[in-house]
């Protein structure tokens, strides 16, 4: 599966689901329409039955919050241990790292700092919550996760894209061998 907000992406988006069918994945993505609506259910639902369903889980963190089904998308794939990887956009790492005094109190718990207005730059200070959930912040370094950061797609994500995914049979038996050790 993969889970990413559509605004200002959705070329990207559809390049990186089309890059997966190529390499011989079955792509569940909503953008491009193969997420089934379950008759009587909202998107929100039908999204949270792909990432039951999914073999992997790839996350895209960007700037941008959309509507929250992405992130409840993360947290289900989170909760339930699904094997996931993500790309995560530079601003929002950045500003992770530049907001992060103003988000957390001393303890390292969030506080209520919010945005005051949508920018250019980002829209949500949820997307940071995303990207340190996605990552595991706070867990030991063994239990965290890899967030490849990119700043545009055709340069610097679609090759981690490639890397990790053009020889199917080695990501299928990697994800074999991660099954045998739950």
Same mark, same amino acid.
């Given at each position: 599966?993969?889970?990413?907000? %559509? ?5 990207? /988006?559809? &390049?990186?689901? $089309?890059?997966?069918? +190529? ?68 601003? %929002? ?5 530049? /907001?992060? &005094?103003?988000? $957390?109190?001393?303890? +390292? ?74």
């Amino acid at each position: 599966m993969v889970s990413s907000t %559509v605004n200002h992406f959705k070329t990207e /988006l559809e &390049q990186l689901c $089309y890059t997966l069918q +190529g390499y011989g994945y079955h792509v569940l993505n909503s953008h491009i329409g193969t997420i089934y609506s379950i008759p009587g259910k909202s998107p929100e639902e039908s999204c949270l039955a792909a990432v039951e369903e999914c073999d992997f889980f790839f996350g895209i963190i960007l700037p941008f919050y959309g509507s929250g089904i992405t992130h409840t998308e993360f947290k289900r794939a989170i909760a339930v241990n699904k094997p996931r990887g993500f790309l995560a956009h530079h601003d %929002v790492a950045f500003s992770r790292q530049l /907001l992060k &005094q103003f988000m $957390y109190d001393q303890s +390292g718990d969030r506080n209520g700092f919010t945005l005051i207005k949508k920018t250019p730059v980002m829209d949500d200070l949820g997307v940071i919550d995303m990207y340190n959930e996605a990552v595991g912040d706070g867990q030991p370094l063994n239990k965290r996760l890899w967030a490849q950061e990119f700043y545009k797609y055709s340069l610097d994500g679609a090759p981690f894209v490639d890397t990790q995914f053009n020889n199917i049979e080695r990501f299928w038996a990697d994800l074999e061998k991660l099954k045998a050790l739950k």
